[in-house]
């Protein structure tokens, strides 16, 4: 089956401490993004990546970073500059033989920072 | 002013009901307009998609586009409980196709 996967679907955390977020799909997609969602409210973008080792901020890359060393794979790390870290991420990619905006997106991950 | 608006509800509508959803935007370059549907705890799904003003119709689900009134639409006709789920209306940036404007949901519950 084709899609995107993200592990874990529940993560917990102490507060200080850096924890990295998996985002892997087998779309054959070149863009590949991470958004955030707090309760209420709707998607906001960290960052996002056209294609393979070049990626870009969103509207809150601050506290996380990304690297984008194969077309599968997107991961997110939540740094402890992260001021509130706790959230749902969500991952998404684009492209491949669809429309370059259509954003498909996985399961999420819902990270808990105490 | 937010380039996208949209109602956070929530909205309850007894089952049968058609239901209308609703997003302004402030821009009038948007020129795709999408509509998702995100159950709880899940990721979103592309639900529609629409490149002009206009309807367009997917079952029961149909998008409507008023470009001159900067107005989006979906309807869900004979709504059943399982269309129970948060909708998000997306555009994709004016600016870069690849980044998408999302609303921020409206919560929907059909309720039996």
């Known amino acids: 089956d084709g899609g995107i996967t993200q592990s874990p679907k529940y993560l917990f955390r102490k507060e200080g401490q850096n924890v990295t977020l998996s985002c892997e799909q087998n779309?054959?997609?070149?863009?590949m993004y991470w958004y955030r969602q707090d309760p209420g409210q709707g998607l906001r973008l960290i960052y996002y990546?056209?294609?393979?080792?070049?990626?870009q901020k969103g509207d809150i890359a601050e506290g996380y970073s990304v690297s984008r060393e194969k077309k599968e794979s997107f991961p997110l790390t939540v740094t402890s500059a992260q001021k509130n870290p706790t959230a749902f991420y969500l991952c998404?990619?684009?492209?491949?033989?669809?429309?370059?905006?259509?954003?498909?997106f996985g399961p999420g991950t819902r990270l808990t920072v105490t | 002013q937010k380039e996208v608006e949209q109602d956070p509800g929530p909205l309850s509508v007894p089952e049968g009901a058609i239901v209308s959803l609703n997003c302004t935007y402030s821009?009038?370059?948007?020129?795709?307009f999408m509509w998702y549907r995100q159950y709880s705890r899940k990721g979103p799904e592309l639900l529609m998609y629409?490149?002009?003003?206009g309807n367009k119709e997917d079952g029961r689900f149909t998008a409507q586009v008023d470009k001159s009134s900067k107005y989006i639409s979906l309807f869900i006709r004979d709504s059943q409980p399982s269309d129970s789920a948060t909708y998000l209306c997306?555009?994709?940036?004016?600016?870069?196709?690849?980044?998408?404007?999302f609303g921020s949901g409206t919560r929907l519950s059909i309720r039996p």
């Open positions: 998404a990619s684009s492209g491949g033989t669809g429309q370059l905006y259509e954003q498909y």
């Open positions: 779309l054959n997609h070149d863009a």
């Open positions: 990546s056209q294609i393979v080792n070049d990626f």
């Open positions: 821009n009038s370059a948007f020129q795709y």
């Open positions: 629409t490149y002009s003003s």
């Open positions: 997306a555009l994709p940036g004016y600016s870069s196709a690849s980044k998408i404007i």
